[in-house]
Every structure is written in C-alpha cells, then in structure tokens.
C-alpha cells in the first residue's frame, strides 16, 4: 500500500519561514491537500490540490508538489499556526493516504 | 453556514456493534461525496470510508473493510456509518468530512469541511 512520510516536528521563530514536506513515491503524480489540526480541534484544509488555497486561509499559505515531495510553506509564520499539519495524497488508484503530521512550535 | 454535526459514540464491548450518524445542513447535501476520517488518542489521520454523492461507490480502508459499512440518507442530510465486530484498535474521534468533488467536480482528494467528531471506546 501507498505510504507518506513526514518530519514528526519542526520549531520555527515568529516572523521565519515554516517549510512542512511530505515524502512518497512519485507524489507528484497524485493531488495533495494539506490540513491544520490545532489541539482539541477539528482538522482545516489550508491547501487543496497541491498549490491552491481555500478561501479564509492566510496568503502566508502556500503549497507545492514536485518529484517524490510535496511541501507547505508558512511564510512569516504567527503563534497562531502552532498546530498538527497533516498531508493527504490521492489518486484513483490508491485513493486517500494521510501522512502521520508535523507538530509546528512557533516559539 | 454549512455545518456537519456527529452523533451515536460512546463506549462498547469488543465484538459489538455501533452505529454513528453525521447531520448535514447549509449545502446541498445531495451533490458531494462524504467521508469518514478517525484519530485514536494521541495519534494521526486516518482515512476510513468514502461515499460518492449519489451512494452508488463506496470504498473502505483495508483496517475496516469488510466490518463497517457507510450509507447516506438523502432526505434527511445525513451520514451512517455502520461498525460492527468492533475491536479495541477502533478506539478513535471519528469525523466526517465532505468532499470538494460530486455530482458537478471532480475531488482530488480535497476534504472541505470537517464535523467536531464523535469518540468511539472499544473496551470490555
């Protein structure tokens, strides 16, 4: 079965750059979503095939797929974006595969 | 606004059966596909069950297929999730989630509003 990577954390200071990347087998092949998860909440899609954000959703939002990785970026990330990130791969075949979540600290 | 809302956890014997519901309102329920998405404590994602907007396609990940089915009633807005044979590694938030895609658009994968979820306990 399909399987996706991710780092299991990343700290970044207030103001820098949050680069998130999700790891497969020629994921580029296959649309990725990406969702915040903040403590006791419910999951919220930030990025939506590949590169498109919802709107509501920060500019500082932004996604890409290419290769084996695809990766979200927060740009000047906030306090406000400490939260579980996670990346969902599909395609018609392996249908829907989330990765295992990135803990984002902003301190 | 559009709003999903789950009902029907609680705490059951392994070997049992529970059947969980999802109340749609604010979007024409009818026209998008539904998932249901777990999170046992203190862990990840996990993609359970699609339906396709009309019921007529169902797919299931490999941990419940053959033990839960989904269903969905259109003149009520809601979504079913029968689970039966329950063992203690279905502890888990059950969500469900609409998909971007139905009737009119494709999916690609894009879960576009999620409920608050419902905590299903296996335990004897």
């Known amino acids: 079965s399909y399987e996706v990577t991710q780092p299991p954390s990343l700290s970044v200071s207030p103001g820098e750059t949050a680069t998130i990347t999700c790891s497969g087998d020629?994921?580029?092949?296959?649309?990725v979503s990406w969702y915040q998860q903040k403590t006791g909440q419910s999951p919220v899609l930030v990025i939506y095939?590949?590169?498109k954000r919802p709107s509501g959703i920060p500019e500082r939002f932004s996604g890409s797929n290419s290769g084996n990785s695809a990766t979200l970026t927060i740009s000047g990330a906030q306090a406000v974006d400490e939260a579980d990130y996670y990346c969902?791969?599909?395609?018609?075949?392996?249908?829907?595969?989330f990765g295992p979540g990135t803990m984002v600290t902003v301190l | 606004q559009e709003q999903l809302v789950e009902s029907g956890g609680g705490v059951v014997q392994p070997g049992r059966s529970l059947r969980l519901s999802c109340a749609a309102s604010?979007?024409?329920?009818?026209?998008?596909?539904m998932h249901w998405v777990r999170q046992a404590p203190g862990k990840g994602l996990e993609w359970v069950t699609f339906?396709?907007?009309?019921?007529?396609?169902?797919y299931y990940g490999d941990s419940v297929k053959g033990r839960f089915t989904v269903s969905r009633d259109k003149s009520k807005s809601t979504l079913h999730l029968q689970m039966n044979s329950l063992r203690a590694e279905d502890t888990a938030v059950y969500f469900c989630?609409?998909?971007?895609?139905?009737?009119?658009?494709?999916?690609?994968?894009?879960?576009?509003?999620w409920g608050q979820g419902t905590l299903v306990t296996v335990s004897s």
């Open positions: 989630a609409k998909d971007s895609g139905g009737r009119y658009s494709g999916s690609y994968g894009t879960f576009d509003l």
């Open positions: 604010g979007f024409t329920f009818s026209i998008y596909g």
């Open positions: 339906i396709s907007y009309d019921g007529s396609n169902t």
């Open positions: 020629k994921l580029a092949t296959k649309h």
């Open positions: 095939q590949d590169r």
């Open positions: 969902l791969a599909w395609d018609s075949s392996t249908l829907y595969v």
